[in-house]
């Protein structure tokens, strides 16, 4: 038992899948009001995990069942982000093993975000998260390049139909689209040139992307910003990319998309994003389930 162990239960949740060998590890902790910002760090970074994501009790006024609602926060190795989707996930599900499914309420440094968790006919639990308002914008010509020197991509691999934007549903992420599936699977890149431009950007991934259908999409997320390569599977980036492709017409503004991740890394996952004409916000929903440790 390490020190850190002492210091609050430290819970192991994957997201997005219904495997423990699926899906993206996070660290949970259910109870941590007595661990300050330093402690919090430390525990992220000795679980390792690309997050791991500590609750405490709601602040006033945020409404929710008592019992039901929270602040969460959410740390990887290296920093702390605003918000994390696969932690969301993972948390989730953690609570309704233990309160029950039902609808919960976060409370996030990026907002707030409704959760509801089902059971399914096989006894798995899914969970969805609704995104605060999205917002996507620009980049500029010099930043793409800069992203692309990094990445090791040359334009010419770029899909067109998926133009470079940055999109925001809690965290800001840049979009690339892959011109093809061999395209995206060859991910090599420069950590130290990408950290650099992320930091510049205030990104906390690169959402790259590969069209496989009408409504099915391939996705990767380098997280050098995070201490960690390659995300396997990233809630926050999906509602993002649902985001992204509302607003630039790639689907109908009433759709559910499926996300495939963690494919090349042999942790595959799978992400449901749905857009409802009328409400700008993204849900984005996965199942979850403990791991061994």
Known sequence: ????????????????????????????????????????????????????AFLTGPPDGLGGVPGRAFTIRYFSPQAEVPFCGHATIATAVALAERIGPGDLLFATRAGTVPVTVT???????????????????EI????????????????????????????????????LGAGSR???????????????????LDLTTV???????????????????????????TGAAAAAFGAYARELALVPPESVLTLHQGEDMGRPSELTVTLRAGDPRIRVGGAGTRMRR
Do not use: C
């Open 119 to 137: 059971g399914e006919a096989d006894g798995a639990l899914r969970a969805t998260l609704t995104s605060v308002e999205p917002r996507v914008e």
């Open 182 to 200: 061999a395209r995206l699977a060859d991910l090599s890149y420069d950590f130290a040139g990408l950290t650099a431009l992320m930091r510049k």
């Open 207 to 233: 959402q790259l992307v590969w069209r496989a259908a009408d409504t099915v999409f391939h996705v990767r997320d380098p997280f050098p910003v995070g201490g960690v390569v390659e995300d396997p599977a």
């Open 1 to 52: 038992m390490t020190t850190n162990d002492r210091l609050a239960e430290v819970l192991h949740y994957t997201a997005f899948s219904s495997q423990p060998d699926g899906g993206n590890p996070a660290g949970v902790v259910l109870d941590a009001s007595g661990l300050d910002d330093a402690a919090m760090a430390a525990i992220a970074a000795e679980v390792g995990y690309s997050e791991s």
């Open 140 to 175: 500029a010509p010099d930043d793409l390049t800069e992203a692309l020197a990094a990445l090791g991509w040359p334009p010419a691999d770029l899909d067109p139909r998926l133009p470079a934007r940055i999109a925001f549903a809690g965290a800001r992420h840049l979009v």
